[in-house]
């Protein structure tokens, strides 16, 4: 198993701490750079090209959205993932940050085994989700943007296609999509990566607030 190496980025040196005594411990994981703000996490990320950056929202200097943002839209730093550490008095930002690029978040008082199921997730191209109370924050701040319209790149996906959309948008994973359309996982995730390659999306973080900015799901169809 390939090590999954990890910049840390909090401004506060005792939040980083509580996540290095967590991660330093496990053997596939490597905690390769710490950040006090921002712009240090982004000099981290190209300096180092870790596979994620745990990003905290609110550091001096930049921070953590458009920290975000400069990752994302950087083409030299596409195997790095971005996952945001916040906590629900910040959940304004969250869908931000998804939009930024982000490929998912965590909160700060987490379980430290959530912590480590989340770092392995996104490291293996997932997106972190998955958890209801995270697709409900989606649906919540999705529903605060102009109406959807949906955009000329949904003509180019399948009937079928769409339909994988939609259900990544609810935070299925690949086994429960395969268990649903009743297709292998091989295929179900070969959907995923086509739906992915046609609409240029970074990944299955962005493919979900495509599917909610599109229109393609309503903010209370979870109910």
Same mark, same amino acid.
């Given at each position: 198993?390939?090590?999954? *190496? ?17 991660? &330093? ?8 750079? &710490? ?12 300096? #180092?090209?870790? $596979?994620?950056? #745990?990003? $905290? ?15 994302? /839209? $950087?083409?030299? #730093? &596409? /195997?790095? *993932? ?41 490291? *293996? ?20 943007? *102009? ?6 790149? #949904? ?69």
């Amino acid at each position: 198993m390939s090590t999954i *190496r990890v910049v840390l980025a909090d401004d506060q040196t005792l939040v980083r701490a509580g996540f290095r005594s967590i991660l &330093e411990d496990e053997e596939d994981i490597e905690i390769v750079g &710490e950040a006090a703000d921002g712009a240090e996490a982004v000099r981290l990320a190209r300096e #180092l090209r870790p $596979d994620i950056v #745990l990003m $905290d929202i609110r550091m001096p200097d930049r921070d953590g959205l458009e920290a975000t943002r400069e990752i994302a /839209g $950087d083409g030299r #730093l &596409e /195997g790095v *993932r971005v996952v945001i550490l916040t906590t629900f008095d910040v959940d304004d930002y969250v869908y931000g940050a998804l939009r930024a690029g982000a490929s998912g978040f965590l909160v700060k008082d987490t379980e430290p085994t959530e912590l480590l199921h989340g770092i392995r997730v996104v490291a *293996r191209g997932d997106a972190l989700i998955a958890p209801a109370v995270t697709r409900r924050l989606i649906a919540e701040f999705a529903g605060r943007v *102009r109406r959807p319209e949906p955009g000329p790149q #949904l003509n180019a996906l399948t009937e079928r296609e769409r339909e994988v959309m939609r259900l990544v948008g609810t935070g299925l994973s690949n086994d429960e999509i395969a268990q649903r359309l009743v297709l292998s996982p091989a295929t179900a995730k070969t959907h995923v990566s086509r739906v992915m390659t046609k609409l240029g999306v970074r990944d299955r973080a962005q493919l979900v607030v495509l599917a909610y900015e599109s229109g393609m799901i309503t903010p209370g169809w979870l109910g």
